[in-house]
Nanobody
């Protein structure tokens, strides 16, 4: 079993920055895809960013491109999401997710149903 726990959420003013982290535990091997999703108030959960096992393929939602940066540390089994230039519309619960397959395309990484494990989420609130 794999457990994921996010941290780093909070309240920030528009234009500010946050770093979200996700710590993993359990048997994962090294060939897994990590991603961040978010769910804003009254909205469906949506893909934010994903990175394949080697880090060679990274994708972002258009609305966060050039503002958010995903990274991962396979030794520590962690992924982070740097959030810059935050906007009110970035307010959401942010989830990290792990896919045990070798997913490496935008189409597969962005599909919520492809992920086997999820963290409980961390709230990010951006005040305008």
């Amino acid at each position: 079993q794999v457990q994921l726990v996010e941290s780093g959420g909070g309240l920030v003013q528009a234009g500010g920055s946050l770093i979200l982290s996700c710590a993993g535990s359990g048997r994962t091997g090294t060939s897994y895809t990590l991603a961040w999703f978010r769910q804003g108030p009254g909205k469906e959960r949506e893909f934010v960013a994903g990175m394949n096992w080697s880090g060679s393929n990274t994708y972002y939602a258009d609305c966060v491109q050039d503002r958010f940066t995903i990274s991962r540390d396979n030794v520590k089994k962690m992924t982070s999401l740097q959030l810059n230039s935050l906007k009110a519309e970035d307010t959401a619960v942010y989830y990290c997710a792990l896919d045990l397959s070798l997913s490496s395309t935008r189409a597969t990484m962005s599909l919520e149903g492809n992920y086997h494990f999820w963290g409980p989420g961390t709230q990010v609130t951006v005040s305008s």
